[in-house]
C-alpha cells in the first residue's frame, strides 16, 4: 500500500513538472506513453536536476557588482542561476535568478532594475541573454544571439547591449528598448573576454586563440579586436599579442580609458619541455594596449623568478583608478596592483626598450599578492574598497572571499557562505585537477595551460620523454580515452599512461593515483559540443549532401580512415604532410569531432582551413574525385564541419 502511495505521489509530481514545461496537454501522455521515471531522466540529464552520479555544483564564473554597490549578482554557471549576494547583511538574498541554460556572465543596468544574463552550454551551444526583470527576480524576454555567448558589456548610457559569441566568432549588437540584434561584428577567434571605453565609442574584445598556422612561428599569436562602435560601419584594428601568447580571458579597460590590459599566457614552444623553472615553458602575462594609438604597449610577467601565477583569469579596476585586481584562477591567488605606479613602470621600462615579457621584477614595487582559499577563482567583484572573489571549484566550502584592495593587509576580511555544499565526485575532483596549477612545480601551469577547456591551444610544442624530439600540434582531450593510442606517434597505448607521463613530464610531480585518477575519470566523459555549423540542431542540406560523400567510398576515401562513429580507424598513415623536423611518416589518424574548433590541421599545424588540408594529395583523393565546378567540395567541407 505505501509502495503503491508513493508510485502514485511520483506520478502527480512528474505530472506537474512536464505541464510545467511543456503544457497542459502533457497530462494525458505521462502514465500512457511514458513512465513517470523518465521526466526525472530528462531532467537530471539536462541537469536541472541533481543526481548522486551529477551532483549539480555551483561554479561562479562571473560577479557583476549593482551600480550602487549594494548587491553582486553571482552567476553561478553549472548550477543555472544568479545569486543575489547583499554587501550590507553579508548573505545571499533567499531568492535566486532560475535560468534555463548555463549562465556565462551578466550586466546590470544602471538604476537596477534589469539583468542581462548570456547563457549557453556544451549540451545547448545555442545562445541567448535572458533578460531579467530585478523587481521579480523572473526573465521577461529571451533574444537569440550567437553560440555560446558571454561578456555582456553595457554601454555607458545603457542603451546598446554587446555579447562576445565565442564560438561564433562574433560579437552581437542589441538595442536594449527594442530588444533586437541590430548588427553581428565578425572578430578573430573564441572571443571570451570585452569591455568599453568610459566614453562608450571603443569596444575591446579579447580573442583568446590564435588563428594562424601553428609552423608561422614568427606570428602565432592571440589578436585583440579594437572596434568603433560609435561608427555606422564598426571599423575594427586588430592588435597582435606577444609570439606564443594564447588563453586571453579577462580584459579590462582602465577608468581614463586609454588603456587596455589583457590577462593571458605565452607558451615557449619553441623549447624543449625539458623544466617549468623560470618560465621555460609558459609564463603567466597582462599585456598593455594603447588605446588612443591603438597598439600593443609591453607584455608584463606576473610571475617570480621561483614561483608561477599560474592561470590569469578575470581582471578589474577600481573606479578612482588607483588599483587592479587579477584572479589567477590556477595558483589560487589575487595580485592588487597599483594601477598607475605600474603604468609608469611600463612606459618607462618599454621607452628604455625593454620587452617585459620574462622579466619577473616589475610589479616588486606595485604588487601585493593575496593567497585565496577558494579553489579556482576566475571572477571579481569590487566594491567600495573591498574585493570579493569565489572559486570555481570551492564547492565544499560554497564560500566567497573578501578582502580589503591594499597594500598592507593579507589576510581575508571575512569568507561569506554563498551556496550549499556539494561533494565531488570522480569527474569533478578530476576537472579541477585539470585546472589547478597549484599541483604544478612552482605553480607555473596546469594541464588547462596547454589544452584550453580540454581542447588544443593552437601550438606546437617540443615535449621531451622520446627518442625523437620534434614539435608537435598539441591535440584536443576530447575522446582520447576512446581513441587509444594516444598522441600523434601513439607513443602511449591510452589515454591514463598520458596522463602519468603528462603529470611527470610538464607538471614535474609525482602521477599520484589521487592525481591521475580523478583525470582519467574527466577524461572518459568529456562530450563534444554541438556545431556552429548545424542549423537546429540537425545537419543542413549542404552537410547533408556532405554526409553522402563522405560515406560513399566508392567516390572518396573519407570514411576509410574516418569511418563513423568515431571518425578515426586508430592506425597509423603517412598522409604526404611534410616534417622537416621528424623523420617519422606515420601518424595516427586523428578523429573530426568537433574539427569546427580544433584548427590548425595535422601534426604539425600546418593547416588552417579544412578544405586545404583536404585538397592535399597525399592526404585524401577528394580534391582529384570531386567536380571542380561543382559544390561538392564545399558540401563535404561543411559536413565535416558539422561533426
Not at 452 to 463: E, H, K, S, V
Not at 514 to 532: G, Q
Request: net charge neutral.
Amino acid at each position: 500500500m505505501k509502495i503503491e502511495t508513493f508510485r502514485r505521489s511520483l506520478n502527480s509530481i512528474a505530472v506537474a513538472v512536464l505541464v510545467a514545461v511543456v503544457g497542459s496537454w502533457a497530462q494525458d501522455l505521462v502514465g500512457r506513453a511514458a513512465p513517470p521515471s523518465v521526466i526525472f531522466e530528462m531532467l537530471a540529464l539536462n541537469k536541472d536536476l541533481p543526481t548522486l552520479k551529477k551532483p549539480k555544483y555551483r561554479s561562479p564564473t562571473d560577479m557583476v557588482t549593482s551600480f550602487d554597490e549594494t548587491k553582486i549578482y553571482i552567476c553561478e554557471q553549472t548550477a543555472k542561476r544568479i545569486s543575489v549576494f547583499d554587501i550590507a547583511s553579508g548573505s545571499v538574498e533567499p531568492v535566486r535568478i532560475r535560468l534555463p541554460n548555463e549562465v556565462t556572465g551578466c550586466a546590470v543596468t544602471k538604476d537596477g532594475s534589469k539583468l542581462f544574463a548570456t547563457i549557453g552550454s556544451e549540451w545547448w551551444p545555442t545562445g541567448y541573454v535572458c533578460v531579467v526583470d530585478l523587481g521579480t527576480r523572473r526573465v521577461t524576454k529571451r533574444i537569440g544571439v550567437g553560440h555560446y555567448p558571454r561578456s555582456p558589456v553595457l554601454s555607458p548610457d545603457n542603451t546598446t547591449l554587446y555579447i562576445a559569441n565565442m564560438f561564433g566568432n562574433t560579437v552581437s549588437v542589441i538595442d536594449v528598448g527594442t530588444g533586437a540584434v541590430k548588427e553581428t561584428i565578425p572578430v578573430v577567434r573564441e572571443p571570451y573576454s570585452m569591455d568599453i571605453t568610459p566614453d562608450g565609442k571603443t569596444l575591446v574584445v579579447g580573442n583568446s586563440l590564435p588563428d594562424d598556422r601553428s609552423t608561422d612561428t614568427m606570428f602565432v599569436s592571440c589578436k585583440v579586436s579594437i572596434i568603433d562602435v560609435s561608427s555606422p560601419s564598426y571599423t575594427q584594428d586588430t592588435i597582435r599579442l606577444t609570439r606564443g601568447s594564447h588563453s586571453v580571458y579577462g580584459l579590462t579597460v582602465e577608468p581614463s580609458g586609454r588603456y587596455a590590459f589583457v590577462t593571458h599566457l605565452i607558451g615557449k614552444f619553441n623549447l624543449v619541455a625539458s623544466t617549468v623553472e623560470k618560465g621555460w615553458l609558459h609564463t603567466n602575462n597582462l599585456a598593455m594596449i594603447d588605446l588612443q594609438e591603438k597598439k600593443f604597449v609591453n607584455d608584463v610577467s606576473l610571475d617570480l623568478a621561483i614561483v608561477g601565477m599560474g592561470n590569469p583569469w578575470g581582471i578589474k579596476c577600481t573606479k578612482d583608478g588607483e588599483y587592479m585586481i587579477i584572479a589567477h584562477a590556477g595558483a589560487n591567488e589575487l595580485s592588487v596592483i597599483q594601477l598607475q605606479k605600474m603604468i609608469d613602470t611600463v612606459l618607462a621600462r618599454t621607452a628604455a626598450g625593454q620587452d617585459l615579457q620574462k622579466e619577473f621584477t616589475s610589479l616588486l614595487d606595485c604588487r601585493k599578492r593575496l593567497s585565496v582559499s577558494t579553489k579556482g577563482p576566475r571572477a571579481l567583484a569590487i566594491a567600495g574598497t573591498s574585493v570579493f572573489t569565489a572559486g570555481y571549484f570551492d564547492d565544499a566550502a560554497a564560500g566567497m572571499e573578501e578582502f580589503e584592495i591594499s597594500m598592507s593587509r593579507s589576510r581575508p576580511l571575512g569568507t561569506h557562505v554563498i551556496g550549499e555544499a556539494q561533494p565531488w565526485n570522480g569527474e569533478r575532483n578530476g576537472e579541477n585537477n585539470f585546472f589547478d596549477a597549484s599541483l604544478c612545480f612552482q605553480k607555473w601551469q596546469s594541464c588547462h595551460s596547454c589544452h584550453p577547456f580540454t581542447r588544443p591551444d593552437a601550438l606546437n610544442w617540443i615535449l621531451g620523454g622520446g627518442a625523437v624530439v620534434a614539435p608537435k600540434n598539441a591535440k584536443s582531450m576530447l575522446y582520447s580515452w576512446w581513441t587509444p593510442p594516444t598522441t600523434w606517434t601513439g607513443r602511449r597505448g591510452h589515454a591514463q599512461q598520458s596522463i602519468v607521463a603528462g603529470i611527470e613530464l610538464e607538471q614535474f610531480r609525482i602521477p599520484t593515483r589521487d592525481l591521475a585518477a580523478p583525470l582519467d575519470t574527466f577524461y572518459m566523459n568529456l562530450k563534444p559540443m554541438m556545431s556552429p555549423y548545424l542549423v537546429k540542431g540537425r545537419l543542413s542540406e549542404a552537410a547533408k549532401r556532405g554526409k553522402a560523400i563522405y560515406c560513399n567510398s566508392e567516390k572518396v576515401d573519407c570514411s576509410k580512415c574516418h569511418p563513423l562513429p568515431l571518425t578515426s580507424d586508430l592506425i597509423f598513415w603517412n598522409t604526404g604532410v611534410p616534417d622537416p623536423y621528424d623523420a617519422n611518416t606515420q601518424w595516427k589518424t586523428p578523429h573530426l569531432q568537433e574539427a569546427w574548433r580544433s584548427g590548425p590541421y595535422g601534426h604539425l599545424g600546418s593547416y588552417w582551413g579544412l578544405r586545404e588540408i583536404l585538397e592535399l594529395k597525399g592526404h585524401s583523393n577528394a580534391s582529384t574525385n570531386l567536380d571542380p565546378n561543382g559544390t561538392e567540395m564545399e558540401d563535404l567541407v561543411e559536413y565535416v564541419l558539422s561533426l
